[in-house]
């Protein structure tokens, strides 16, 4: 999911609202589902317009530095590849936004128009939990 906040982040498919207000919340950040977005030919052209899923990679294995490393599908030596893909980000002329790494196997989900799961409903504040493992 994309929200106003430059930091992409991954949301259950299950929302629990708590104490919210149903309809807009103009004076409040919004949060926005994300798509695929080609421009042109290129490696993602077939998922162009297409919902992307919500994801947290888990590795079989009790890693703790995971990072993104950017215009090459190798690790460095000693360090695990998960999985390798394109570079994405937002498009030049809209607002900043981090680079991602798409899987080359890339999926889609049907969605809405907003790119949100319809359980989540307009203008209701998103709940949070700290999670640890």
Do not use: K
Not at 40 to 67: L, Y
């Amino acid at each position: 999911m994309i929200s106003q906040a430059e930091v992409q982040i991954t949301c259950t498919h299950s929302p629990q609202f708590n104490r919210s207000e149903p309809g807009q919340q103009p004076a409040r950040a919004r949060i926005y589902g994300a798509e695929y977005r080609s421009g042109g030919p290129g490696a993602i052209h077939d998922v162009h317009d297409h919902d992307t899923p919500c994801v947290m990679c888990q590795s079989r294995m009790a890693r703790v530095q995971v990072f993104m490393m950017p215009a090459t599908m190798e690790c460095p030596t000693n360090w695990t590849r998960e999985y390798a893909g394109y570079m994405a980000a937002a498009r030049w002329n809209h607002p900043r936004t981090q680079y991602v790494c798409l899987d080359q196997n890339l999926e889609t989900i049907p969605g809405t128009a907003s790119g949100l799961p319809s359980e989540y409903e307009t203008g209701h504040d998103l709940t949070c939990a700290i999670c640890t493992m």
